[in-house]
C-alpha cells in the first residue's frame, strides 16, 4: 500500500515530451543576435617550449574578428590547484593545450582560421605513465608549483589516506591471504550532447555565461575571479544553464574552453560560442582517469575479514582537476564495504604528460570497488567459501559505525545480496564449471546517497513560488542534465504541498534566480533538491493553511450562493463552517477544503483560486506568496589526510549479479542475464529510478567489456564512436531484472536515498567473478576483452 | 563543407563525368561522405549521384546467376529470397553491414569499391567465384572479384570506369557455405572474417573455397588451405593443417580493433567451425 498520492507513483518525466519532440534547447540550439564563433588552436606536442606563434594569417582571413594567446590576454589561472591556464605560454604539457584561439563569423571560418596559426614549438621529453613520471630524474611537466616554488617531482600534491586498527596484527590473524594488483582504463564519459558555452558582456561589463555545466554556483565564483584578472573587479558572472544531454561529471569543473569564450567576447564586445564537435569532446575534454590499485586481504578460518590494504596510483594527465580527488570518494568502499577492520588506504596521484582528467559518474567508487569485489572472490575461493557466503558473513549492518566513521543507518546490503543470489538461482548454478562453460558471479556495492561533503557547504537551496493560477514555480539550484532529477522535484513539491504534480513547474538553473547549490554530484541531486523541497513546502503550506481562515469561508459562500440559485440545489449536510473555525483545513491534489466534508465542488476551493482571493484580497492589501529553505544535511567534512568523517547523511548499498557463457576458443564473454538490487531507500519515481539503473548498467558494462580512450604518447588514437567502442542495443540483448529495496531512510525525503551512481560500480567486477567461475580465468584489467580471455586461457595451460 | 550535385541522368553521362578529376562518384555515400568529413581525401567540387540509375540498380536472376546492379541497396539484395536460400553466406554478411538505417543506401558496389580489408561483402563474393562488371567510355569488361581488389582503398578500376555489376554463380544445391565475423560490438568494422563455400560428396570435400576479410591488405581466397582440403574427409588433423595453412596466408595487423594474434586466432576457430559443425551434414 502506498501512503502517498505521488510518490511511488509510475509518473512521466515533466522535461520529456520536449526531449523527445525535438524541442528541447540545448546549448547547440542557442544563438545570440551578433554572436561569434570561437575555435581553439590546440597543441602539437605532448610536451614542448613555444618558440614563437604567428597569427598574422589567421588575422587577415576575412569574416575573424580576434585572435587571441596567453601573449594578448591577461592571465587566467584554472583548477583547484591553480595549475592550469585558459591559454598557455612558454610551455605546452598535453595535446590538448590551448595556446590560441579565434572569434570568426561562423564556425567554419574561426577553424580554419585557428589551423592558419603557426607555432613553433621545442620538442621536450614526456612522461606518458605514472611509472615512466615516478622515475628518478623523470622530466618534470611542471617545474614550478602556483606559486612559482620549484617542484622536485611528478606528484600532485593533494593527499588522501586512511589508517585503521592494527594492520600487521590483522594479517597475523589471517589464515588466508590475497593480494593482486588491478587496473581500470581511461575511458570517456560520452555524453550525448558535447560541450559547449555562450559568453556575453554587458556594457557594465557583467559577464552572462549559457554553460553545459554541473556547477553553475562554483563555476559563478570561478568566472567571478576570472572577470578580476580582466580588471572588472565587482563585476558579476550569471551562468545560465540549457538543457543537458548528459552530464556524467564533465560539468564538474570550470573548462579552458569556457575561460576562451569568456576572452573572446570581452575583446570583441560581442557573444562568442564554443562548441566541440565529437572528436574534439573525445581529445580536448576531460575523461575519467586509469588508475591501478593492489590491494591485499585477509581472512580467518571462518572467512571473516581480517584486514584490507589498498595502494592506488592515478595518472592525473598533465593538470589538475577533480578527477586527482577521486581517492576522496575511494576511501568509502575501501574503508567500508564490508566489515573489516585492520584498513590502510594509500593513494598516489601524479602529473604525467596525458589529457588530465576529471570526474565521472561513481567518482572513484567504480575504479576502488573493481578491486575489493575481485578480491573477495579470490579470497572466497582461497578459503573453499562460497563467496556469497562470505559477502553475507561480513555484510554491513544498520546501526554500525565504520572504521571512516560513516554512520550506517539503513542498510539493505543484505537483502540485496540474497535477493541477487535467488534471482540468479546461486546455489543451483554456482561452481558448475559445466561443458556450456557458465557461469555466475556477483558483487556488492556501497555509495554516498545523503550528499559527499568535498565542501564548506553541502546544502541546497529552494524558492517555490506560486502563480496566480495555480502553478508553482521551482527554483533550485542544482542541474537537470537528463537523470530526472525534475521529475522528483516536481512530485516531492506536489506531495509536500498538496497540489498536483503537472502544476510544478521547475525551472532550469540560473545563478540570477536560483539559490545556491554545491553542484549536481555524488548522487545528491534528488537527494538534496528534495529535501529541501519538503522544508520549503511545509513553510509555503503553513502560510497557505493561515489563510484559509479567511478565504475558505469566503468562497463556499459565493459558491453556495451561485448554488442555491439551481431549484434543485441542496444544502450540504455538513458543518462546513464548524471545522473552517477550528482551522481543520486540508490542501491535497490541488483542492483546499476542510476535514471531513463531501466531495461538493461548493465545499472545495481550487489552488488557484486560493492564490487569486489572497492576491486580489476583497478587503484589506492582499500578497503573493513565495518560500524558500535551504536543507543542510547532517554531515562533516573528512579529514582527508587521516580519511576519517562522516560525509553522507546517509549511504545506498546495491548488489549485482550476472550469469555468463564465456567462448573458450574466441574468448567472447556473453552476458545471459543479469540482475541489480538496489537499496535506494525509497522510490520516489519508479520509471525515472529504473531509468538512472539501467542507464548506469550500460555504463558498467562498457566500463567492464568494451570502453578505453586509446593513446599513443599523449595522443588520443580513438577520438570518435567508430573506434571508441559503447555497447550497443545489442550488446544489451539480455533479460535485466532490476529490483529496489526500501529501507526508508530517516534522513531521505520520503525515505529516499541518492542513486545517481550505484547502478555502475558492482558491475565490472560481478562480471569477472562470473567469468572466473565459468573457466577459471581471472582477469585483473578493464575492458575484459575476448583477447584477454583468449591470452589469459593460453597462459593457463 | 559544400559540393555541388549532380544526379546523373545516363549512363553514358556519367562516364563522361566519372572521368574529370573535380567529381566524385556517389551511390550511397555512406563511405565517402565519412571520408570527406574526416577529410581522408581530398575534396571534389562536384558530386555525382549513380543511385537512381535503371542500369546500375537492378537485380536479375537468371539460370544459374545472379546479377546485381552495382548500386543495388544492400536492403533490396537481402530481400531477395535467391540470396537468402541459394547465397547463405552472402545474405549472413549483408546482414551485419552497419545499421538498417545504413543498408538502406549503402550499395554492394560501394561495398566493394571501397576496397575495406575488411569489406564484408568481399569473402562471400569471392568463395561464389563472383565476377565484377567494369565499363567506362572505353568499353566493358569482366573480371573475376579475385583480381579486383589490389591494397587497401585500390582496385583495377581504372580512372574513369565504374564498377556496373557484380555477378554471383549460384551454387549447385549441395553446396554448404557459411559467414563468420566477430567484431567489437554490433554496428562495428570486422576484426575477422571468413567465408567458406564447399560440397561435401561421398565423405569428402569438393569445390572448396575459403576467403578472409580483415586480416590482410585485401580480402583474399586462402587457396593453400582449399587445396589441402580439397578431396579429404573432413577430420580434426584435416582442420589442424588446413588451419595451420590458412594462418601462413593471411597477413593481419595489429590496430584498434584487435592484434594480429588474436585476429590470426580468429580465423582458425572460423575455419574449424565451418567444417566441424557440418561435417555430419548432407554427405
Same mark, same amino acid.
Given at each position: 500500500?502506498?501512503?502517498?498520492?505521488?510518490?511511488?507513483?509510475?509518473?512521466?518525466?515533466?522535461?520529456?515530451?520536449?526531449?523527445?519532440?525535438?524541442?528541447?534547447?540545448?546549448?547547440?540550439?542557442?544563438?545570440?543576435?551578433?554572436?561569434?564563433?570561437?575555435?581553439?588552436?590546440?597543441?602539437?606536442?605532448?610536451?614542448?617550449?613555444?618558440?614563437?606563434?604567428?597569427?598574422?594569417?589567421?588575422?587577415?582571413?576575412?569574416?575573424? +574578428?580576434?585572435?587571441?594567446?596567453?601573449?594578448?590576454?591577461?592571465?587566467?589561472?584554472?583548477?583547484?590547484?591553480?595549475?592550469?591556464?585558459?591559454?598557455?605560454?612558454?610551455?605546452?604539457?598535453?595535446?590538448?593545450?590551448?595556446?590560441?584561439?579565434?572569434?570568426?563569423?561562423?564556425?567554419?571560418?574561426?577553424?580554419?582560421?585557428?589551423?592558419?596559426?603557426?607555432?613553433?614549438?621545442?620538442?621536450?621529453?614526456?612522461? /606518458?605513465?605514472?611509472?615512466?613520471?615516478?622515475?628518478?630524474?623523470?622530466?618534470?611537466?611542471?617545474?614550478?608549483?602556483?606559486?612559482?616554488?620549484?617542484?622536485?617531482?611528478?606528484?600532485?600534491?593533494?593527499?588522501?589516506?586512511?589508517?585503521?586498527?592494527?594492520?600487521?596484527?590483522?594479517?597475523?590473524?589471517?589464515?588466508?591471504?590475497?593480494?593482486?594488483?588491478?587496473?581500470?582504463?581511461?575511458?570517456?564519459?560520452?555524453?550525448?550532447?558535447?560541450?559547449?558555452?555562450?559568453?556575453?558582456?554587458?556594457?557594465?561589463?557583467?559577464?552572462?555565461?549559457?554553460?553545459?555545466?554541473?556547477?553553475?554556483?562554483?563555476?559563478?565564483?570561478?568566472?567571478?575571479?576570472?572577470?578580476?584578472?580582466?580588471?572588472?573587479?565587482?563585476?558579476?558572472?550569471?551562468?545560465?544553464?540549457?538543457?543537458?544531454?548528459?552530464? /556524467?561529471?564533465?560539468?564538474?569543473?570550470?573548462?579552458?574552453?569556457?575561460?576562451?569564450?569568456?576572452?573572446?567576447?570581452?575583446?570583441?564586445?560581442?557573444?562568442?560560442?564554443?562548441?566541440?564537435?565529437?572528436?574534439?569532446?573525445?581529445? /580536448?575534454?576531460?575523461?575519467?582517469?586509469?588508475?591501478?590499485?593492489?590491494? #591485499?586481504?585477509?581472512?580467518?578460518?571462518?572467512? #571473516?575479514?581480517?584486514?584490507?590494504?589498498?595502494?592506488?596510483?592515478?595518472?592525473?594527465?598533465?593538470?589538475? %582537476?577533480?578527477?586527482?580527488?577521486?581517492?576522496?570518494?575511494?576511501?568509502?568502499?575501501?574503508? %567500508?564495504?564490508?566489515?573489516?577492520?585492520?584498513?590502510?588506504?594509500?593513494?598516489?596521484?601524479?602529473?604525467?604528460?596525458?589529457?588530465?582528467?576529471?570526474?565521472?559518474? &561513481?567518482?572513484?567508487?567504480?575504479?576502488?570497488?573493481?578491486?575489493?569485489?575481485?578480491?573477495?572472490?579470490?579470497? *572466497?575461493?582461497?578459503?573453499?567459501?562460497?563467496?556469497?557466503?562470505?559477502?553475507?558473513?561480513?555484510?554491513?549492518?544498520?546501526?554500525?559505525?565504520?572504521?571512516?566513521?560513516?554512520?550506517?543507518?539503513?542498510?539493505?546490503?543484505?537483502?540485496?545480496?540474497?535477493?541477487?543470489?535467488?534471482?540468479?538461482?546461486?546455489?543451483?548454478? #554456482?561452481?558448475?564449471?559445466?561443458?556450456?562453460?557458465?557461469?555466475?558471479?556477483?558483487?556488492?556495492?556501497?555509495?554516498?546517497?545523503?550528499?559527499?561533503?568535498?565542501?564548506?557547504?553541502?546544502?541546497?537551496?529552494?524558492?517555490?513560488?506560486?502563480?496566480?493560477?495555480?502553478?508553482?514555480?521551482?527554483?533550485?539550484?542544482?542541474?537537470?542534465?537528463?537523470?530526472?532529477?525534475?521529475?522528483?522535484?516536481?512530485?516531492?513539491?506536489?506531495?509536500?504541498?498538496?497540489?498536483?504534480?503537472?502544476?510544478?513547474?521547475?525551472?532550469?538553473? !540560473?545563478?540570477?534566480?536560483?539559490?545556491?547549490?554545491?553542484?549536481?554530484?555524488?548522487?545528491?541531486?534528488?537527494?538534496? *533538491?528534495?529535501?529541501?523541497?519538503?522544508?520549503?513546502?511545509?513553510?509555503?503550506?503553513?502560510?497557505? $493553511?493561515?489563510?484559509?481562515?479567511?478565504?475558505?469561508?469566503?468562497?463556499?459562500?459565493?459558491?453556495?450562493?451561485?448554488?442555491?440559485?439551481?431549484?434543485?440545489?441542496?444544502?450540504?449536510?455538513?458543518?462546513?463552517?464548524?471545522?473552517? #473555525?477550528?482551522?481543520?483545513?486540508?490542501?491535497?491534489?490541488?483542492?483546499?477544503?476542510?476535514?471531513?466534508?463531501?466531495?461538493?465542488?461548493?465545499?472545495?476551493?481550487?489552488?488557484?483560486?486560493?492564490?487569486?482571493?489572497?492576491?486580489?484580497?476583497?478587503?484589506?492589501?492582499?500578497?503573493?506568496?513565495?518560500?524558500?529553505?535551504?536543507?543542510?544535511?547532517?554531515?562533516?567534512?573528512?579529514?582527508?589526510?587521516?580519511?576519517? &568523517?562522516?560525509?553522507?547523511?546517509?549511504?545506498?548499498?546495491?548488489?549485482?549479479?550476472?550469469?555468463?557463457?564465456?567462448? +573458450?576458443?574466441?574468448?567472447?564473454?556473453?552476458? $545471459?542475464?543479469?540482475?541489480?538490487?538496489? !537499496?535506494?531507500?525509497?522510490?520516489?519515481?519508479?520509471?525515472?529510478?529504473?531509468?538512472?539503473?539501467?542507464?548506469?548498467?550500460?555504463?558498467?558494462?562498457?566500463?567492464?567489456?568494451?570502453?578505453?580512450?586509446?593513446?599513443?604518447?599523449?595522443?588520443?588514437?580513438?577520438?570518435?564512436?567508430?573506434?571508441?567502442?559503447?555497447?550497443?542495443?545489442?550488446?544489451?540483448?539480455?533479460?535485466?531484472?532490476?529490483?529496489?529495496?526500501?529501507?526508508?531512510?530517516?534522513?531521505?525525503?520520503?525515505?529516499?536515498?541518492?542513486?545517481?551512481?550505484?547502478?555502475?560500480?558492482?558491475?565490472?567486477?560481478?562480471?569477472?567473478?562470473?567469468?572466473?567461475?565459468?573457466?577459471?580465468?581471472?582477469?585483473?584489467?578493464?575492458?575484459?576483452?575476448?583477447?584477454?580471455?583468449?591470452?589469459?586461457?593460453?597462459?593457463?595451460? | 563543407? @559544400?559540393?555541388?550535385?549532380?544526379?546523373?541522368?545516363?549512363?553514358?553521362?556519367?562516364?563522361?563525368?566519372?572521368?574529370?578529376?573535380?567529381?566524385?562518384?556517389?551511390?550511397?555515400?555512406?563511405?565517402?561522405?565519412?571520408?570527406?568529413?574526416?577529410?581522408?581525401?581530398?575534396?571534389?567540387?562536384?558530386?555525382?549521384?549513380?543511385?537512381?540509375?535503371?542500369?546500375?540498380?537492378?537485380?536479375?536472376?537468371?539460370?544459374?546467376?545472379?546479377?546485381?546492379? @552495382?548500386?543495388?541497396?544492400?536492403?533490396?539484395?537481402?530481400?531477395?529470397?535467391?540470396?537468402?536460400?541459394?547465397?547463405?553466406?552472402?545474405?549472413?554478411?549483408?546482414?551485419?553491414?552497419?545499421?538498417?538505417?545504413?543498408?538502406?543506401?549503402?550499395?554492394?558496389?560501394?561495398?566493394?569499391?571501397?576496397?575495406?580489408?575488411?569489406?564484408?561483402?568481399?569473402?562471400?563474393?569471392?568463395?561464389?567465384?563472383?565476377?565484377?562488371?567494369?565499363?567506362?567510355?572505353?568499353?566493358?569488361?569482366?573480371?573475376?572479384?579475385?583480381?579486383?581488389?589490389?591494397?587497401?582503398?585500390?582496385?583495377?578500376?581504372?580512372?574513369?570506369?565504374?564498377?556496373?555489376?557484380?555477378?554471383?554463380?549460384?551454387?549447385?544445391?549441395?553446396?554448404?557455405?557459411?559467414?563468420?565475423?566477430?567484431?567489437?560490438?554490433?554496428?562495428?568494422?570486422?576484426?575477422?572474417?571468413?567465408?567458406?563455400?564447399?560440397?561435401?560428396?561421398?565423405?569428402?570435400?569438393?569445390?572448396?573455397?575459403?576467403?578472409?576479410?580483415?586480416?590482410?591488405?585485401?580480402?583474399?581466397?586462402?587457396?593453400?588451405?582449399?587445396?589441402?582440403?580439397?578431396?579429404?574427409?573432413?577430420?580434426?588433423?584435416?582442420?589442424?593443417?588446413?588451419?595451420?595453412?590458412?594462418?601462413?596466408?593471411?597477413?593481419?595487423?595489429?590496430?584498434?580493433?584487435?592484434?594480429?594474434?588474436?585476429?590470426?586466432?580468429?580465423?582458425?576457430?572460423?575455419?574449424?567451425?565451418?567444417?566441424?559443425?557440418?561435417?555430419?551434414?548432407?554427405?
Amino acid at each position: 500500500m502506498n501512503e502517498f498520492r505521488f510518490i511511488g507513483v509510475d509518473t512521466a518525466r515533466p522535461d520529456a515530451p520536449d526531449k523527445v519532440s525535438g524541442r528541447a534547447q540545448y546549448i547547440h540550439d542557442i544563438t545570440l543576435p551578433g554572436m561569434l564563433w570561437g575555435a581553439i588552436r590546440f597543441s602539437d606536442h605532448a610536451h614542448a617550449r613555444i618558440r614563437h606563434i604567428d597569427t598574422s594569417e589567421a588575422e587577415k582571413l576575412p569574416g575573424v +574578428e580576434a585572435v587571441i594567446t596567453a601573449y594578448n590576454t591577461p592571465e587566467v589561472r584554472i583548477g583547484f590547484l591553480r595549475d592550469n591556464f585558459a591559454l598557455k605560454r612558454d610551455k605546452v604539457r598535453q595535446f590538448r593545450d590551448e595556446i590560441a584561439a579565434v572569434a570568426a563569423r561562423d564556425p567554419e571560418t574561426a577553424r580554419e582560421a585557428a589551423a592558419l596559426i603557426r607555432v613553433e614549438y621545442e620538442p621536450l621529453p614526456g612522461v /606518458f605513465s605514472p611509472e615512466e613520471a615516478l622515475v628518478e630524474g623523470a622530466p618534470l611537466v611542471h617545474e614550478t608549483d602556483a606559486r612559482g616554488r620549484a617542484r622536485k617531482d611528478n606528484i600532485v600534491p593533494v593527499r588522501f589516506a586512511h589508517h585503521s586498527g592494527d594492520l600487521e596484527a590483522g594479517k597475523r590473524a589471517s589464515r588466508h591471504v590475497v593480494e593482486g594488483e588491478y587496473r581500470v582504463p581511461l575511458i570517456q564519459q560520452s555524453c550525448m550532447g558535447t560541450a559547449g558555452c555562450i559568453a556575453s558582456f554587458d556594457a557594465r561589463g557583467n559577464l552572462t555565461l549559457v554553460a553545459k555545466t554541473q556547477i553553475p554556483f562554483l563555476a559563478q565564483k570561478d568566472f567571478n575571479r576570472a572577470l578580476g584578472a580582466l580588471g572588472l573587479e565587482g563585476r558579476n558572472t550569471r551562468v545560465v544553464v540549457p538543457a543537458l544531454g548528459g552530464g /556524467f561529471g564533465t560539468g564538474l569543473d570550470t573548462h579552458a574552453y569556457e575561460y576562451i569564450a569568456m576572452l573572446l567576447a570581452w575583446r570583441t564586445g560581442r557573444p562568442v560560442k564554443i562548441l566541440y564537435n565529437r572528436e574534439e569532446e573525445f581529445a /580536448f575534454l576531460s575523461p575519467r582517469q586509469s588508475a591501478s590499485a593492489r590491494i #591485499r586481504q585477509g581472512c580467518d578460518e571462518n572467512g #571473516r575479514l581480517t584486514f584490507r590494504e589498498i595502494e592506488v596510483v592515478q595518472d592525473n594527465g598533465a593538470y589538475t %582537476s577533480w578527477g586527482a580527488t577521486f581517492p576522496s570518494v575511494m576511501l568509502v568502499p575501501a574503508t %567500508s564495504l564490508y566489515r573489516v577492520q585492520n584498513v590502510s588506504f594509500e593513494s598516489k596521484i601524479v602529473y604525467t604528460n596525458n589529457t588530465y582528467c576529471q570526474a565521472m559518474r &561513481g567518482y572513484g567508487n567504480p575504479e576502488i570497488t573493481w578491486p575489493i569485489e575481485s578480491s573477495i572472490d579470490e579470497l *572466497a575461493e582461497l578459503a573453499g567459501i562460497d563467496p556469497f557466503d562470505m559477502r553475507l558473513l561480513n555484510c554491513n549492518q544498520p546501526g554500525e559505525t565504520t572504521p571512516m566513521g560513516l554512520k550506517i543507518t539503513t542498510c539493505g546490503l543484505k537483502e540485496c545480496l540474497e535477493r541477487t543470489a535467488a534471482s540468479l538461482d546461486w546455489k543451483e548454478k #554456482r561452481g558448475r564449471q559445466d561443458a556450456k562453460r557458465r557461469g555466475v558471479g556477483m558483487a556488492g556495492v556501497i555509495n554516498v546517497a545523503g550528499g559527499g561533503k568535498i565542501y564548506r557547504s553541502d546544502g541546497s537551496g529552494i524558492i517555490l513560488k506560486p502563480d496566480d493560477y495555480g502553478n508553482v514555480n521551482v527554483s533550485y539550484g542544482g542541474v537537470e542534465m537528463g537523470q530526472g532529477l525534475h521529475s522528483a522535484l516536481a512530485l516531492t513539491v506536489a506531495e509536500a504541498l498538496g497540489i498536483r504534480p503537472e502544476n510544478v513547474i521547475v525551472n532550469q538553473t !540560473d545563478t540570477a534566480s536560483c539559490p545556491w547549490d554545491v553542484g549536481t554530484h555524488a548522487s545528491r541531486g534528488a537527494f538534496m *533538491a528534495c529535501n529541501a523541497a519538503v522544508l520549503a513546502a511545509r513553510k509555503l503550506k503553513a502560510r497557505l $493553511l493561515e489563510w484559509a481562515a479567511e478565504i475558505y469561508p469566503q468562497e463556499v459562500e459565493e459558491a453556495l450562493a451561485r448554488a442555491r440559485r439551481h431549484s434543485s440545489f441542496k444544502e450540504p449536510d455538513f458543518d462546513w463552517r464548524d471545522a473552517a #473555525r477550528r482551522g481543520q483545513f486540508e490542501l491535497a491534489n490541488g483542492i483546499l477544503t476542510v476535514t471531513g466534508a463531501p466531495e461538493l465542488p461548493e465545499l472545495q476551493v481550487d489552488f488557484g483560486r486560493l492564490l487569486r482571493a489572497v492576491h486580489f484580497r476583497r478587503q484589506g492589501p492582499g500578497t503573493t506568496f513565495a518560500e524558500d529553505a535551504f536543507y543542510e544535511p547532517p554531515t562533516e567534512l573528512p579529514d582527508w589526510d587521516k580519511g576519517i &568523517g562522516n560525509m553522507s547523511a546517509t549511504y545506498a548499498f546495491g548488489a549485482q549479479g550476472v550469469e555468463v557463457e564465456v567462448d +573458450e576458443e574466441t574468448g567472447e564473454v556473453k552476458i $545471459l542475464r543479469l540482475v541489480a538490487v538496489h !537499496d535506494v531507500g525509497r522510490v520516489l519515481n519508479p520509471q525515472t529510478l529504473k531509468g538512472q539503473i539501467y542507464g548506469a548498467l550500460a555504463q558498467g558494462i562498457g566500463y567492464a567489456m568494451y570502453e578505453q580512450v586509446l593513446t599513443d604518447k599523449g595522443r588520443v588514437l580513438n577520438p570518435g564512436f567508430t573506434d571508441y567502442k559503447l555497447p550497443t542495443a545489442c550488446e544489451m540483448g539480455f533479460p535485466i531484472d532490476v529490483q529496489l529495496v526500501e529501507t526508508n531512510d530517516p534522513e531521505g525525503p520520503f525515505g529516499a536515498k541518492g542513486v545517481g551512481e550505484p547502478g555502475l560500480v558492482p558491475t565490472a567486477p560481478a562480471i569477472a567473478n562470473a567469468i572466473f567461475d565459468a573457466i577459471g580465468v581471472r582477469i585483473r584489467d578493464l575492458p575484459i576483452t575476448p583477447e584477454k580471455i583468449l591470452l589469459a586461457l593460453r597462459q593457463r595451460r | 563543407m @559544400a559540393y555541388d550535385y549532380h544526379r546523373s541522368g545516363s549512363l553514358a553521362e556519367a562516364f563522361a563525368l566519372a572521368a574529370r578529376d573535380d567529381s566524385a562518384l556517389i551511390a550511397g555515400g555512406t563511405d565517402l561522405l565519412v571520408a570527406l568529413r574526416k577529410k581522408k581525401r581530398a575534396a571534389p567540387a562536384r558530386l555525382v549521384s549513380i543511385r537512381s540509375l535503371p542500369e546500375l540498380t537492378a537485380i536479375e536472376a537468371g539460370p544459374g546467376l545472379l546479377r546485381i546492379g @552495382a548500386c543495388a541497396p544492400l536492403t533490396e539484395i537481402l530481400a531477395q529470397p535467391v540470396v537468402r536460400e541459394r547465397l547463405p553466406a552472402l545474405a549472413q554478411a549483408l546482414a551485419v553491414i552497419g545499421s538498417r538505417q545504413i543498408r538502406n543506401v549503402a550499395t554492394l558496389g560501394g561495398n566493394l569499391c571501397n576496397a575495406s580489408p575488411g569489406a564484408d561483402s568481399a569473402p562471400p563474393l569471392l568463395v561464389y567465384d563472383a565476377t565484377v562488371e567494369l565499363a567506362g567510355t572505353g568499353g566493358r569488361r569482366e573480371l573475376p572479384l579475385s583480381e579486383f581488389f589490389l591494397g587497401p582503398g585500390r582496385t583495377a578500376l581504372r580512372p574513369g570506369e565504374i564498377m556496373t555489376a557484380v555477378c554471383v554463380p549460384l551454387p549447385v544445391p549441395s553446396a554448404q557455405s557459411v559467414f563468420q565475423r566477430r567484431s567489437r560490438v554490433a554496428m562495428d568494422l570486422a576484426t575477422a572474417s571468413l567465408a567458406v563455400n564447399y560440397e561435401l560428396q561421398g565423405g569428402v570435400l569438393k569445390s572448396v573455397r575459403l576467403a578472409a576479410g580483415a586480416v590482410a591488405p585485401t580480402p583474399l581466397r586462402l587457396r593453400a588451405a582449399e587445396s589441402w582440403l580439397e578431396g579429404r574427409a573432413v577430420n580434426e588433423e584435416t582442420l589442424a593443417k588446413a588451419v595451420e595453412l590458412a594462418r601462413g596466408e593471411i597477413k593481419p595487423i595489429d590496430d584498434l580493433r584487435g592484434s594480429a594474434w588474436y585476429r590470426s586466432e580468429l580465423i582458425g576457430v572460423f575455419l574449424s567451425r565451418a567444417f566441424r559443425n557440418r561435417k555430419e551434414g548432407d554427405a
